[in-house]
């Protein structure tokens, strides 16, 4: 039976795609054990005071090297590289956009602005910068141990395993903050209880949700997110989820103050977007809504399931918009736009589903629609039931990755450059500018 449990496990391993796994039998004693000759990704270490201390403002550009979140505030554009830092992008001119500083912030993903103020999460704090003069950051602050830490760990770029057990002393604390990976090679008897813990994630290094941004009804002054970001500004108060657990930050002081605890939501919940009182999240087997009417009790309101896929979700004028794409950790093949009338979000109904090639991120403005798939798409969406058959435009060539349509201006960040379109006439699209990404 124990020989049967191994070989049933390496058969596991293969079909998760993990590469260089290779096995032979040995005998030993009469009975044959499993040898596993394996690449793996063991975890490289920062001290936490070390991490804490190493955030770096500079008006010295740094090359885009990876795309990541965007958000936008008064002019400027605000790009997220991956667990790196922040790219300060000055667009007063789309056409000629350009690449004026950098904050090094290890642990970096998301971002969102309100009132002069850029706020940041960097692994499991929220760290915060005064951006009144954008193009000379200044470090304000840091809220510790915010976000909740379980696999908050950089993503890998192979698909080879990873030693989650090594991340973990004895007691079961972390040994520090996992800041990289070394791919070494192993070969092990195992069992199959030593075996679990390398987890083949890729994209599944960093278990997040993501949060998009809408007006709030106070009087601040919010920047506008993507729709794969994962905070939200609501009123002054500012949320997250991570790793299943929503934070909520109230940002009307001095100083941010986290003010409850962590609010567990579970689901694998990957985007929100944030409409009306109501918060739209998005999850692999779903759509949830939760009411935000009294924002530091979120309520559950209603869950929608659909095909399993990863998904981020717009809404305008009572209508939802939802992609879901494969060739992700979501492990599925489906590629879809789900279209959903929530007027009542006591009883959404489904309006209409449409076959695409690998959508992800989306946005909606004023019955606009802009997609991120096989480049980026342009649709009326007047009427959801024709949204195919009135296209307006179709630029191929780039892999999409999320959109900002904002004052006729459509910034979309794709595999190899931030680019920019004018759509003030929907009759003559065209592209404003591109700047490049320069993949290392």
């Not at 096995?23 to 004693?29: D, G, N, Q, R």
């Not at 009804?217 to 609501?234: D, E, K, Q, T």
């Not at 949204?387 to 999409?400: P, V």
Request: aromatic share 12%; with cysteine.
């Amino acid at each position: 039976m124990k020989k049967l449990l191994l070989l049933f496990f390496a058969g596991m391993i293969v079909i998760n795609g993990c590469k260089d796994v290779v096995i032979e039998t040995v005998l030993e004693k009469d009975i044959d054990i499993e040898m596993f000759t394996y690449m793996v990704n063991e975890p490289i270490f920062m001290d936490t005071k070390a991490f804490r201390e190493s955030v770096s403002v500079t008006t010295k550009a740094q090359p885009i090297n990876n795309h990541g979140k965007m958000c936008f505030y008064q002019g400027y554009l605000y790009v997220s590289e991956t667990e790196k830092g922040i790219h300060i992008i000055n667009n007063n001119d789309p056409s000629k956009p350009q690449n004026v500083g950098f904050i090094e912030l290890i642990g970096n993903v998301d971002l969102a602005i309100r009132n002069d103020k850029l706020y940041a999460d960097s692994y499991m704090d929220l760290v915060w910068f005064d951006i009144s003069d954008p193009q000379k950051p200044e470090l304000e602050g840091r809220l510790e141990d915010v976000f909740t830490k379980y696999f908050c760990l950089p993503l890998t770029r192979n698909n080879y395993l990873i030693d989650y057990r090594s991340c973990f002393d004895e007691n079961g604390a972390m040994k520090g903050i996992v800041v990289g990976w070394n791919v070494t090679e192993r070969t092990d008897i195992s069992s199959i209880y030593d075996m679990v813990y390398l987890v083949p994630f890729r994209e599944f290094g960093v278990i997040r949700a993501q949060i998009a941004s809408s007006p709030s009804p106070s009087s601040s002054i919010n920047g506008v997110n993507g729709s794969m970001s994962r905070f939200a500004l609501y009123d002054h108060y500012m949320y997250s989820v991570i790793n299943n657990f929503m934070s909520i930050i109230d940002l009307n002081g001095n100083q941010p103050e986290k003010v409850v605890e962590n609010i567990y939501i579970g689901w694998e919940v990957e985007t929100i977007f944030n409409y009306k009182e109501y918060m739209f999240m998005g999850t692999p087997t779903g759509m949830l809504i939760y009411s935000v009417a009294d924002p530091l009790k979120p309520v559950f309101i209603r869950a929608i399931f659909h095909i399993f896929g990863c998904d981020p979700v717009v809404v305008e004028d009572d209508i939802a918009y939802v992609t879901i794409h494969s060739g992700n950790f979501c492990g599925q093949n489906n590629n879809e736009l789900i279209i959903y009338d929530v007027s009542d979000v006591y009883d959404p109904r489904h309006i209409v589903s449409y076959a695409m090639k690998n959508p992800k991120g989306l946005g909606i403005d004023n019955g606009t629609l802009f997609v991120c798939d096989d480049g980026l798409k342009i649709f009326d969406a007047a009427n959801p039931q024709t949204i195919m058959a009135n296209r307006l435009a179709h630029y191929s060539g780039m892999d999409g990755y999320d959109v900002i349509p904002f004052d006729n201006v459509l910034m979309m960040i794709a595999d190899d450059g931030l680019y920019q379109y004018d759509y003030s006439d929907l009759t003559q699209i065209h592209l404003l500018s591109k700047l490049p990404i320069e993949k290392q």
